[in-house]
């Protein structure tokens, strides 16, 4: 393949830059990687495994030069990085981000970016319960949609390239509307990791219930909560603390639902419960449909021993 | 393996029975199995997969003589199976059911069974999110529990064969009190089901995202919940419906928890947040421990294209 952007700065190098990087490097469409992380037994870890091809020693000395950076931090620690690299931009880069929101992020670093840079913010969808630049690996984008959320304005050709990148790394693109995009993240994302941080802590909080007896019995139905809510805290602390609005709306929506259903149990209606439980069925054949996930029947089964 | 049961009778013929059919054949541990389902399509689909010997016309003729009967019907049905049967048992036969609460079934079915008959109620925690006799498959149970919920006073010698008989079918047995059983249940299961339910049921019901967005993006964590979300929706009602106790107390717990989340995020108390995030990692490491499930690094992630 031809190279896309010649030089590619990757700032953060946990579980999605690593990936990135290992995922360029099987494409071949860029030339020299460089990178940065905040701890030093990251950048240590991200040079042994060869994620980058230059570590360097602050955000500022990775993206200078770059033409296309790439923000990898939590979406609190954005801000920060685009002022601190704002100045050496070169002129006519691509600066992206990866972060899970939108709206703060934009907010975050618009303010910081020169002009004669083009700033195009994406979400990968992809991801793992692991973190860290071990937790990487060249096949997390395949078949994974990354999500294109450019402000109006903004350089078509720009988006285009890195549009073009993203689909070198395996993934498909899909453009959307930051505000839309905050709002079906929440749906399909934070909502569901928030529901399912909080029932694992229920359950290890529920002192009837040994936490023996929640692993070991685990396959039932909890052990797919437990897999969402091993995600990384710091990520997901800025998520929800930074698409507060589209949080606290479905939260809310979720609430009346729940309480809709335990008011159903509680005056023993079953008609309520039964009507509810099939209607949710059809969403599960859709996401069959569209090759979302396998109908194979081994939902809830542990690896043979 | 030696016979253990001589003849077996199963009531209801949907996943659970289908594959407990195919397992037994599969052992070779029982002599005839005879079979009876409420519709003829049921009894139709069954005779021609051959998940029993003999298809009976009714519950009645199918228990009749037979050395083990297992009622594999709704929770809800238990008891009116209990009382056509409880007549034609034969002295030293042991009942048992796959309900997924046990208090209400016993409470259910104890009334309709004769002297010199053992009930030995059971709870097999296998499942997938499909449903009826097309959905069975011989290794259904292979290293799933089965948890034993025997009365006080029950025949020692007929608790052991039936775990002998379990554990012939590939399952673990494990024995519980049957309060400790309905409220672990819902703990590990009844209430992840609930709230997956309601999670699928929100996010179809939310008009600004489309459906189609909705799965088309549900691999971030969305996914997981449509599959718990689309198990059988009588079953669940009937769950519900019948371990009412442990569901309130265990969704009052969660919905405390969930607001107090909640209003983390609407105070940005990112600390709370962080905190109870990382807590509730271990519990994950624990199930990855316990070998309830792999590490492998694709969560979320669909079929190849």
Redesign the interface.
């Known amino acids: 393949m031809a190279v896309i952007y010649d030089r590619v700065a990757l700032i953060g190098l946990g579980l999605i830059a690593g990936s990135m990087g290992l995922a360029m490097k099987r494409a071949g469409v860029t030339g020299e990687i460089t990178g940065y992380a905040r701890t030093e037994k990251t950048r240590e870890t991200a040079a042994r495994l060869g994620l980058v091809d230059r570590i360097c020693d602050n955000a500022a000395e990775a993206a200078e030069g770059a033409d296309l950076v790439v923000l990898c931090v939590p979406v609190?620690a954005m801000g920060a990085v685009a002022e601190e690299i704002g100045p050496v931009l070169k002129p006519g880069a691509t600066v992206s981000d990866v972060g899970s929101v939108k709206q703060a992020v934009i907010d975050a670093m618009a303010p910081h970016l020169p002009e004669g840079v083009h700033f195009v913010p994406t979400h990968p969808?992809?991801?793992?319960?692991?973190s860290g630049p071990e937790?990487g690996?060249a096949e997390l984008f395949?078949?994974?949609?990354c999500l294109v959320v450019p402000e109006e304005g903004t350089d078509p050709a720009a988006v285009d390239r890195l549009e073009d990148f993203w689909h070198a790394l395996g993934a498909n693109c899909?453009r959307m509307d930051v505000e839309?995009h905050d709002?079906?993240?929440a749906?399909?994302?934070?909502?569901?990791?928030?529901?399912?941080?909080?029932?694992?802590?229920?359950?290890?909080?529920?002192r009837?219930?040994s936490?023996q007896?929640?692993?070991?019995?685990?396959?039932?139905?909890?052990?797919?909560?437990?897999?969402?809510?091993?995600?990384d805290?710091?990520m997901?602390?800025?998520v929800?603390?930074n698409n507060?609005t589209a949080?606290?709306e479905?939260?809310g929506?979720?609430?009346e639902?729940?309480?809709a259903?335990?008011r159903?149990?509680?005056t023993?209606d079953?008609d309520h419960?039964?009507d509810?439980?099939?209607?949710?069925?059809?969403?599960?054949?859709?996401?069959i449909e569209?090759?979302?996930?396998?109908d194979a029947?081994?939902?809830?089964?542990?690896?043979?021993?």
């Open positions: 609190g969808m992809a991801g793992t319960e692991h937790a690996f395949d078949n994974r949609w899909e839309h709002l079906v993240c749906v399909v994302s934070h909502i569901p990791h928030m529901i399912a941080y909080t029932m694992v802590g229920v359950a290890d909080d529920f009837r219930v936490e007896e929640v692993i070991k019995f685990s396959a039932a139905g909890f052990r797919d909560f437990t897999r969402i809510a091993a995600s805290p710091t997901w602390r800025d929800f603390l507060k949080t606290l479905i939260l929506r979720f609430t639902e729940l309480f259903l335990q159903a149990i509680r023993g079953g419960l039964f509810y439980f099939t209607h949710t069925r059809d969403i599960r054949r859709g996401i569209a090759g979302q996930d396998t029947p081994d939902f809830g089964r542990g690896p043979k021993r």
